[in-house]
């Protein structure tokens, strides 16, 4: 069983900055990539970033150049650095990974955290 806890959602104006983090327990040996996604009010979830255990990196479109992810292997922490934020930045914020779990691969998410963008 693998367990995924967000945190460091917030309100912010637009331009402003928030850095959220991820952490894992669990069997994480047996997952992969780690990823964030977010939903907006009235919007399907869409994939934000991604950040595999060697450290290749994957962004939106959206995000790109004012988002970073990063993680700490030793804490089995991710982080995502949200620079220079919009008002369509505003979502509920997940992070994702897969694992194998006997035979099978199975999705783990974690909470979410708010995240709100004020213009």
């Known amino acids: 069983q693998v367990s995924l806890v967000e945190s460091g959602g917030g309100s912010v104006q637009a331009g402003g900055s928030l850095n959220l983090s991820c952490t894992a327990s669990?069997?994480?040996?047996?997952?992969?990539?780690m990823n964030w996604y977010r939903q907006a009010p009235g919007k399907e979830r869409e994939f934000v970033s991604s950040?595999?255990?060697?450290?290749?990196?994957r962004y939106a479109d959206s995000v790109k150049g004012r988002f970073t992810i990063s993680q700490d292997s030793i804490d089995n922490t991710v982080y995502l650095r949200m620079d220079s934020l919009k008002p369509e930045d505003t979502a509920i914020y997940y992070c994702k990974t897969e694992c194998l779990v006997g035979w099978n691969l199975q999705d783990y998410w974690g909470q979410g955290t708010q995240v709100t963008v004020s213009s």
């Open positions: 669990g069997i994480i040996a047996r997952c992969g990539a």
């Open positions: 950040i595999e255990h060697g450290g290749t990196t």
